[in-house]
């Protein structure tokens, strides 16, 4: 390979990375449907797999086999067997689960994107403190019917330290 040859390659990469799913004619609807689609497949590849590994656990636990489950929380506790009722919860489960993780993506970058918009292109770690906020306050609220203000403000700002830490070490690596 020479070496314009490779630098278009990696042009063709940085452009693919960029490029988004939709096109829905602005560029925050392509950013927020971009990256709900994304997270919301990595929270069914997630729920999903923990279900398998649940499915695994007790499968040995049964058979005496394995590592012992006295401190094991089953996270979908309509799954047991291989019915339908069973296939169904997990069906509906794994949906829920991709839900919130494509509700929490789209709400972070929409408002990221809306900080950088509004403070003139400037985006650091305010924007993600920002966002940050405002996105684990709204996910506090989405995972109980009884959440309490105690856990709304916990969440709040544990989304606001995940995300400005994420932003600041970004620049690192």
Do not use: C
């Given at each position: 390979?020479?070496?314009?040859e490779g630098r278009i390659v990696m042009d063709?990469?940085?452009?693919?990375?960029?490029?988004?799913?939709?096109?829905?004619?602005?560029?925050?609807?392509?950013?927020?449907?971009?990256?709900?689609?994304?997270?919301?497949?990595?929270?069914?590849?997630?729920?999903?797999?923990?279900?398998?590994?649940?499915?695994?656990?007790?499968?040995?636990?049964?058979?005496?086999?394995?590592?012992?489950?006295?401190?094991?929380?089953?996270?979908?506790?309509?799954?047991?067997?291989?019915?339908?009722?069973?296939?169904?919860?997990?069906?509906?489960?794994?949906?829920?689960?991709?839900?919130?993780?494509?509700?929490?993506?789209?709400?972070?970058?929409?408002?990221?994107?809306?900080?950088?918009?509004?403070?003139?292109?400037?985006?650091?770690?305010?924007?993600?403190?920002?966002?940050?906020?405002?996105?684990?306050?709204?996910?506090?609220?989405?995972?109980?019917?009884?959440?309490?203000?105690?856990?709304?403000?916990?969440?709040?700002?544990?989304?606001?330290?995940?995300?400005?830490?994420?932003?600041?070490?970004?620049?690192?690596?």
């Open positions: 390979m020479e070496k314009g063709e990469i940085r452009s693919f990375e960029k490029a988004h799913l939709f096109d829905l004619g602005h560029p925050l609807l392509n950013r927020i449907a971009d990256s709900f689609v994304k997270a919301a497949g990595v929270g069914a590849l997630q729920a999903v797999s923990r279900e398998a590994y649940f499915t695994v656990v007790e499968g040995f636990d049964s058979n005496n086999v394995g590592p012992p489950s006295e401190n094991k929380k089953h996270r979908f506790p309509n799954l047991r067997g291989e019915s339908s009722k069973s296939l169904d919860a997990l069906v509906k489960n794994t949906g829920k689960e991709s839900l919130q993780w494509g509700l929490a993506a789209g709400l972070y970058s929409g408002i990221t994107y809306g900080m950088k918009e509004v403070r003139g292109g400037a985006h650091d770690w305010r924007n993600s403190a920002v966002a940050g906020v405002l996105t684990g306050a709204a996910m506090a609220m989405t995972i109980s019917d009884r959440t309490s203000h105690e856990q709304v403000v916990q969440s709040a700002l544990t989304g606001a330290a995940i995300s400005t830490a994420a932003n600041l070490l970004s620049s690192v690596f």
